[in-house]
């Protein structure tokens, strides 16, 4: 056995299904080690983007996504995607494959010290090492499942991979999540801030999103009679169609919702992650209590009546004991907020809309059908406008933002889950940067349509440029002109307005393999929803 064959078996035992990137002479050992085991090597256009792959497949399954590259451009191409998974919290295990031991500190081609690189972007980077492979990989699998998940790197050496194993297999320990209890110190001081409060409001986010006690918190949202909002990594993870759901801080209409927020005298932050949208940047002087699994990240200009890191879905659980308190809100103030919100979020276009596409989106996808979507002026309509019951059914990068996530994640959702629907939105210039990754889903049947939003525009910097007084410069990405029939080997069909695109969808989602439709938006949309 080699310590390739080493390294797959114990990533099997990890229940790890596939490992995703580009081959090199140095990757080829363990590609040989893949080939001989249940782990699918799933070859990628870019490196890249094999990073999202596995970065969504650790979000979607709380497993560990694999990504491997071979040294210095290839690294380098990896750590956007790591990125992700540092940034929005996922666990991951990046492996990159180095030249032999004895070039290590030598300056030669493509060798740079990864470990530097990667420092930064990683909760750890290890190096594997003749006797010392086993051991490490078994650390990097439990830390990298360890509260709170990320991205750790192992840096393999082309000798070390091809030597034969000297250790025995370890499977992975159980990382020890359990964390502080700090259930007595919440519902003490939350009963008293309730009782002092008029109008509470709750905000759920990112950490919320790896709670297990999601019903509790409905339980007392309900028993309070309080409103909620969401972040957007929260979608789904409380029902957006409940009578209490408020909308998305930070995203399309925003004024509405903060227009709403203002009005609280106490938020509950709970699972409030500040990666997502800082503290200072919406909640003013009210009150805070932050419950998490980690105390936040705060300034002094904040009110923070308690900042608790602990065992978050314990607090959660005895918050759901409180008994009911008064305060001022009625439903009728929830019902018109959700009025206005939904009526200004679609406002009159003369040409087809992004707001119109995804109305028309949300009709044709089941209950648990899954949405993917990159970053830009989309972003913010989406995040605003789609409404999900489900967790995992509306998913994009936001600790990390990055452009160019949206297509190969799709990709992996369908990967992780083949028999329910997905699609993904990406806007043009996503899709110029990731369009060769549809070769992916082509070769392996992956049945997700791709809506391409073809507008001309790097729109959500052309409304920034708009709104600072700038001249529009470099964001123009030239006219739309039709599309071709297929982008390597996969079909396209084009949507101009609403019937065309209820065609498209429907051809889309019955074929079995991929499809790409290019939907031709109207830019100017974006600037009456974005910042307002």
Known sequence: MKNADLIVQMLER?????????????????????????????????????????????????????????????????TTGVGAAWLDRTPLIAITCNVPIPWLERRIQMRIDHHALFQPLTKASLPLREGHVAGPLSKALTIACAEPPGPVHLDLPEDVAAATATETILSPKHADNSLPDISA??????????????????????????????????????????????????KGFLPEKHANYMGVIGR?????????????????????????????????????????????????????????????????????????????WTPQQWQTHRERLEQNLRPHTQSLALHQ????????????????????????????????????????????????????????????????TVVGVVGDGCFQMTVGEVTV??????????????????????????????????????EPVDPPSHYFGVPCHPARDTRELTDALQWGLTLDGPSIIETFVDPESYSLTIYD
């Open 14 to 78: 990890a229940g790890i299904r596939w490992a995703f990137g580009i081959p090199s002479g140095p990757v080829l050992p363990i590609i040989e080690a893949l080939r001989k085991s249940s782990i699918e090597y799933v070859l990628t256009a870019s490196e890249t983007s094999a990073a999202f792959m596995a970065q969504a497949v650790g979000a979607f399954t709380g497993v560990p996504g694999v990504c491997i590259s071979t040294l210095g451009p290839g690294a380098t191409n990896l």
């Open 185 to 234: 110190e919440v519902a003490s001081k939350t009963a008293k801030a309730l009782a002092q409060s008029k109008r509470p409001l709750l905000i759920a986010g990112l950490t919320f999103t790896r709670s297990k006690a999601p019903e509790s918190l409905l339980r007392f949202i309900e028993r309070q009679r309080m409103p909620y909002v969401l972040t957007l990594h929260a």
């Open 252 to 328: 399309a209409r925003r004024s509405d919702v903060q227009t709403l927020v203002q009005q609280a005298d106490l938020i509950l932050a709970i699972g409030y992650d500040p990666i997502e949208i800082n503290y200072e940047e919406w909640v003013g002087n009210i009150p805070i209590i932050h419950i998490s699994t980690e105390v936040s990240e705060i300034s002094s200009q904040v009110n923070v009546l308690l900042d608790a890191g602990g065992d978050m879905d314990g607090a959660i659980k005895s918050l759901a004991q409180l008994p009911a308190l008064p305060n001022e």
């Open 357 to 420: 596409v995804l109305d028309i989106l949300r009709k044709k996808l089941p209950d648990d059908g899954i949405l993917v979507y990159d970053v830009g002026a989309h972003t913010h309509q989406i995040a605003a406008q789609w409404r999900t019951n489900l967790p995992w059914t509306c998913n994009c990068t936001n600790g990390w933002s990055s452009m160019g996530y949206g297509l190969p994640a799709a990709y992996a959702a369908k990967m992780v889950y083949p028999q329910r």
């Open 441 to 478: 889903a082509k070769r392996r049947g992956l049945a997700v349509p791709i809506i391409v939003l073809n507008d001309g525009w790097l729109s959500l910097l052309k409304v920034k440029q708009e709104r600072k007084g700038y001249e529009l410069s470099g964001v123009h990405l030239g």
